[in-house]
């Protein structure tokens, strides 16, 4: 069956943009996740949804990082004013329950901000 | 602020060799434990899981990981490493309280094998 899937693959900012990073989990996950793993480093939590609400956001590192999912399925994280640390994979996972600890990881979006 | 340790950031083995990779947590309460596995080119995906009982948990590809409590370990094992067992492993925990799904993750231990 399909997997989690990411989009765009790779990503260039200048510095200032603002950008839009997609996700869509697999279906009828409920409970979705965005982590950002900078280059040699493991991957870091940013924000989880369930269904639709966003019940842990303690991650995002200032308020320019903004995650939605408005009908419970697909989520973007947006970036506004893009600045050259945010240069980053982004991965995305999603698990089946609210309850289920395993995350099914899509193949990250590369973020690089010139 | 809760942390997990990989004590080995690069590892180069020859195949047939055994294989241990150690990966140490902070936090005192119920957690969850992973090793998330990375081939070259490759997503995330899932090598083994802890929650609660056995604490030696066998995963795929002849992988094992042992969880003792007292030491707030989560060792990887393979006794005999293969050519195609060359990836980036990653360590995972989820402090088990609430609403807690997040993971917090080691830095990774990258491993080459030799044929």
């Known amino acids: 069956g399909a997997g989690v899937s990411q989009s765009p693959r790779y990503k260039v900012a200048k510095r200032g943009q603002d950008v839009a990073l997609r996700c869509d989990p697999i279906?009828?996950?409920?409970?979705l996740f965005w982590y950002q793993q900078a280059l040699g480093q493991g991957p870091e939590f940013l924000t989880y949804?369930?269904?639709?609400?966003?019940?842990?956001k303690s991650g995002l590192p200032s308020d320019r990082f903004f995650a939605e999912r408005p009908e419970g399925s697909v989520s973007t994280l947006k970036i506004q004013r893009t600045q050259q640390e945010d240069s980053a994979v982004y991965l995305c996972a999603s698990s089946l329950a609210a309850g289920a600890y395993e995350q099914y990881f899509g193949p990250g979006t590369r973020l690089t901000v010139t | 602020a809760q942390s997990v340790s990989q004590h080995n950031h690069h590892v180069i083995l020859s195949e047939a060799a055994s294989l241990e990779l150690g990966c140490n947590y902070s936090?005192?309460?119920?957690?969850?434990l992973f090793w998330y596995v990375q081939y070259p080119g490759q997503h995330l995906q899932l090598l083994l899981k802890?929650?609660?009982?056995d604490p030696l948990v066998k995963g795929i590809k002849g992988f094992e990981a042992e969880f003792i409590k007292s030491k707030f370990s989560f060792n990887l094992r393979k006794p005999s490493v293969q050519w195609s067992d060359t990836a980036e492993y990653f360590c995972a925990v989820n402090q088990n309280a609430g609403n807690n799904r997040k993971l917090i993750w080691g830095l990774g231990t990258s491993l080459a094998v030799n044929p």
């Open positions: 279906s009828g996950h409920v409970s």
């Open positions: 802890y929650f609660s009982g």
């Open positions: 949804f369930q269904n639709e609400a966003q019940l842990d």
């Open positions: 936090y005192g309460g119920t957690v969850n």
